[in-house]
């Protein structure tokens, strides 16, 4: 079967024949519908720095991967064919498809079984693709660790693929949102969301005394005016990588109190309440889809920042 695969950074996608799998011993066989693309599949192109997440090369890109189970491994007694499931990136830790081993852009997908989330009824393979990763890692931040919950005023940084899903995630819990957003393109997706206020930075939100503050973009400011924007006691969430490093107020962290986390992935948990939300039309992220032959230019598009929202690859 095809694979867009890996083979050193520099080097575009190749498409190598690889062979089908076969399930061992708690493993099960997937056809895969949808396979999402990630801006860390861009990172992995350019950047030397992602060699060390991989244990051999070539390997097969693609960890946001979804599909229906063709074959069962030996053990295997909570999964059958026919089941509808989503791969859940950080389940196993050392099983991250598309790093430590093969992920999603090829026909059929080889994952422990311990690492799969059933899919509701109704919920589409494109969505399900993008609820493994974006989702998870949304909602693991607005909600596992920011705790938001009805009535707290939190702020949102950055709207892209991640932040937009957040931004819904605590609007459907009940929260009042402001958005940061430098692209006033996307200005209007805020107000569709439920968002109360959309403003270009988080600055300009100082003094508001939110709650929560999820930061989207992490470009170290963003860290830092976020500590000016939250009451005493408040707490922000640093998901975003876009610097670092950051310099932020110890006057500001020490007189209120401050909570300062970090979010990364999730738990199956995490995705399947997403999928959850997604399945029930409360979440409704912006969802772009092509076709197998198109993933490289995919990636590409990502690198351009010519995507608004998620872009996910169909395979059937």
């Not at 499931?85 to 099983?95: I, L, Q, R």
């Not at 909602?139 to 919950?149: D, R, S």
């Not at 939190?154 to 819904?168: D, E, F, K, M």
């Not at 968002?195 to 999820?214: I, M, S, Y």
Request: charged share 20%; net charge negative; hydrophobic share 45%.
């Amino acid at each position: 079967m095809k694979a867009w695969q890996f083979t050193g950074t520099h080097q575009p996608l190749v498409l190598n024949e690889i062979p089908a799998p076969t399930p061992g011993p708690g493993e099960v066989v997937l056809d895969i519908r949808a396979a999402g693309l990630c801006h860390s599949d861009v990172g992995v192109l350019e950047d030397e720095g992602w060699l060390s997440s991989f244990p051999r090369l070539p390997m097969t890109m693609g960890h946001e991967v979804a599909g229906v189970i063709v074959a069962v491994g030996e053990g295997v007694t909570e999964w059958a064919v026919g089941d509808r499931v989503g791969v859940c990136p950080t389940a196993g830790g050392d099983t991250v498809p598309g790093y430590s081993r093969d992920g999603g852009f090829t026909a059929q997908h080889l994952a422990p079984a311990a690492d799969l989330v059933r899919m509701p009824e109704g919920l589409s393979f494109e969505l399900a693709a993008a609820g493994t990763d974006a989702g998870m890692t949304s909602y693991h931040a607005v909600k596992t660790i920011g705790g938001v919950k009805a009535g707290d005023k939190v702020a949102i940084v950055g709207l892209g693929g991640l932040g937009q899903i957040g931004a819904r995630v605590a609007v459907v819990l009940g929260a009042e949102v402001y958005v940061a957003e430098v692209n006033e393109d996307v200005w209007p997706l805020a107000q569709k969301i439920g968002a109360t206020e959309v403003v270009k930075d988080v600055a300009e939100l100082a003094g508001r005394d939110l709650d929560v503050v999820v930061d989207y973009a992490g470009f170290g400011t963003t860290t830092a005016d976020a500590l000016k924007a939250i009451r005493p006691g408040g707490t922000v969430v640093v998901v975003g990588m876009g610097k670092l490093e950051a310099t932020i107020s110890t006057y500001d962290v020490i007189m209120k109190q401050a909570r300062i986390l970090g979010s990364m992935g999730g738990t199956k948990q995490d995705v399947a309440d997403c999928y959850e939300l997604f399945a029930a039309g409360q979440v409704t992220p912006v969802v772009t889809t092509i076709g197998f032959g198109e993933i490289p230019e995919g990636v590409e598009r990502l690198r351009r920042g010519e995507v608004t929202g998620r872009l996910v690859a169909l395979m059937a």
